[in-house]
């Protein structure tokens, strides 16, 4: 098969969803997972597969990355998008949630990209995207065990593409601000310099940029899109 093959972890609603739809467009084949029926759905609508599953959860990462190679043959691009991570004041978050946090954010990361690394390996090269937040820049009492370990994700994100690089594999993380994808209040919009909430179909356009080949020439970055709510330069 010659046609390019997108995998999104998340693939069913919000961000996942519009990304799909994205690199539909840009005529890549897909494989979606989420814990939901809406993956399946999708799946259909795009002419991709679909198989329910939870990122934190290795055998659904096995699951999807076998219903990928099995249907299409190869993976040309990645997108790893995870729900929101376990919140609270920082020292009465428990321990199960951090470790909960942990299994959420990094795991899924890791886990995918030994599967994926040495069919992109073989094939020449490939783009993987991880999906974190703006507060893995300028961590938010808000959002502590997320600011903790998708700041661990950026980390990763740089040692894997200088470890990887030279064989064309290439990986980013993509850092929103608020997303309309979510039920928040007007404060939140506030936050932006641009006043307003992001756009779910906004996010996916830049990771589609990030998975393509029209940004050939970056790797190991976070890219903040986030409408000027971070203020570091």
Not at 154 to 163: C, E, G, I, M, V
Request: aromatic share 6%; with cysteine.
């Amino acid at each position: 098969m010659t046609e390019k093959v997108c995998l999104i972890v998340g693939g069913g609603r919000g961000m996942g969803a519009a990304t799909a739809r994205e690199m539909h467009g840009r005529g890549y084949r897909l494989a979606l997972m989420s814990p939901s029926e809406s993956c399946e759905k999708l799946a259909e609508e795009l002419g991709g597969v679909a198989r329910r599953g939870k990122a934190e959860n290795s055998e659904d990462i096995q699951g999807i990355f076998d219903l990928t190679m099995e249907t299409w043959g190869r993976v040309d691009a990645v997108l790893i998008h995870v729900g929101g991570p376990p919140k609270g004041d920082l020292l009465d978050i428990p321990e199960e949630d951090w470790d909960k946090a942990n299994e959420m954010t990094i795991k899924p990361v890791i886990r995918m990209a030994r599967l994926v690394t040495p069919v992109m390996e073989k094939q020449g090269g490939g783009s993987i995207v991880n999906i974190t937040t703006f507060s893995a820049l300028e961590p938010s009492l808000i959002f502590p065990t997320s600011s903790v370990y998708r700041a661990g994700v950026s980390a990763f994100t740089k040692l894997y593409s200088d470890r990887y690089g030279p064989s064309n594999i290439r990986m980013n993380c993509l850092l929103p601000g608020f997303t309309d994808s979510l039920d928040l209040p007007q404060k939140y919009a506030d936050m932006s310099a641009l006043g307003r909430l992001g756009k779910a179909e906004e996010q996916g356009k830049a990771a589609a940029f990030l998975l393509s080949e029209d940004s050939g020439y970056i790797t190991g970055q976070s890219l903040r899109v986030d409408g000027g709510v971070t203020r570091a330069l």
